[in-house]
């Protein structure tokens, strides 16, 4: 009885392992974000993008590269140390390097994910959370997708693990790709599209920066405004609703995010589950295998017709009803099929009459 019992619970949990949901990051597909009904493509925005910030410090300086592909895990390019680089399964990583101007000194101090599924090293999976700026930001009067990621972490100095997550505020722009003002970064990462080539240029934080207060940590900036980049960095710190998390606020312009440009610009004939205003949907021009077997059997049977009766034409000058082939067998229809219509009922109505013998 003792085994059965556990053989009973072993089965159980096998089954209940086999019958779990996917993961959360299966479902979320950047050229199928839907979110109040409205369809969204986001592939054109895929492969690795990276914006540069800076921390002066006084006698050296911090630069972070934040890394993120919203398509698929980062994958790093060449031969890179572990603790050089973000675990497989990230989707955002940041790389902190201390730079000492003085000595010429430019290390990499850290590198941790930000977002991803990253359940099996110790973070969390990625759970995305999608929502229209409009319902969160009304205020802002734009126009886009808010995308939160999860499942980084990071242990620091002091070995804390500290959760991490990223949300993207992805602003409709029509005049933007979604690439524009790219810092070609020190950190590399295999494309999955062609890569934005773009220069690298430092800017000096200035003296707006220091406000007095020491206890205010130095103010992280991003290198290459004047360029006017697309993706934007916005701040990193803690939650507002949870101080044992870290977020990464980022704001992305592009045309890819406007209502317009999902209703009429969908690609790859990935048409179908668009509940918008609907102008941009469009009559399918695929005709389904039932429809062609009723086109192919309407102009087979219109061509035996034809050729049957202009056969029977000419060489016997058949007229009228002796021109069809098989003319006899098709004057029988009717009376065929009233034939086989009381068959049937005469053998419903039979197998309802009681069967044995009749009474004397």
């Known amino acids: 009885m003792k085994f059965s019992t556990i053989l009973y619970a072993d089965t159980a949990l096998l089954f209940s392992l086999l019958l779990a949901p996917l993961p959360t990051a299966a479902m979320f597909r950047c050229n199928h974000v839907v979110s109040d009904g409205q369809q969204f493509n986001l592939e054109a925005l ?3 993008h990276s914006i540069v910030t800076s921390q002066d410090m006084g006698n050296h300086m911090i630069n972070t590269t934040y890394t993120v592909d919203i398509c698929a895990p980062l994958k790093k390019k ?10 497989n399964g990230s989707r955002v990583c940041a790389i902190k390097r201390l730079i000492n101007p003085a000595e010429k000194v430019d290390t990499i101090r850290y590198a941790f994910p930000l977002a991803g599924e990253l359940a099996i090293h110790g973070g969390s999976t990625l759970d995305p959370e999608i929502a ?18 999860k499942g980084g972490y990071y242990d620091g100095d002091n070995h804390v693990r500290r959760k991490q997550q990223t949300v993207i505020d992805f602003v409709c722009n029509k005049d933007l790709d979604g690439s524009e ?11 999955n599209k062609d890569p934005v080539e773009a220069r690298v240029e430092d800017e000096s934080n200035g003296d707006e920066d220091k406000d007095g ?3 205010t940590p130095p103010k992280e900036v991003q290198l290459g405004m004047d360029k006017n980049p697309s993706l934007v960095f916005d701040r990193y710190g803690p939650s507002d609703t949870d101080t044992n998390v ?24 990935d048409d179908k589950g668009d509940d918008g205003d609907g102008e941009g949907k469009k009559p399918s021009s695929h005709w389904g295998a039932f ?16 050729f049957g009766s202009w056969l029977n034409y ?3 000058g058949a007229r009228g009803w002796d021109l069809l082939p098989h003319g006899d067998t098709i004057r029988d229809i009717p009376y065929l099929m009233k034939d086989w219509a009381r068959r049937v009922l005469n053998t419903v109505q039979g197998s309802g009459s009681r069967g044995g013998y009749s009474a004397v």
């Open 46 to 48: 895929g492969g690795p």
């Open 78 to 87: 060449g031969d890179v140390k572990r603790g050089e680089q973000c675990p």
């Open 132 to 149: 229209r700026l409009s319902k969160v930001d009304p205020d802002s009067g734009k126009q886009g997708l808010r995308v939160t990621l």
């Open 181 to 191: 003002g790219e810092h070609d970064t020190e950190d590399k990462y295999e494309p």
């Open 213 to 215: 207060d020491e206890s």
């Open 246 to 269: 870290d977020v990464l606020h980022l704001t992305w312009s592009s045309k890819y995010v406007c209502e317009s440009e999902a209703d009429d610009g969908k690609k790859g004939g």
């Open 291 to 306: 429809t062609w077997i009723i086109v192919l059997v309407f102009f087979g049977t219109a061509a035996y017709l034809i």
């Open 314 to 316: 000419t060489r016997y």
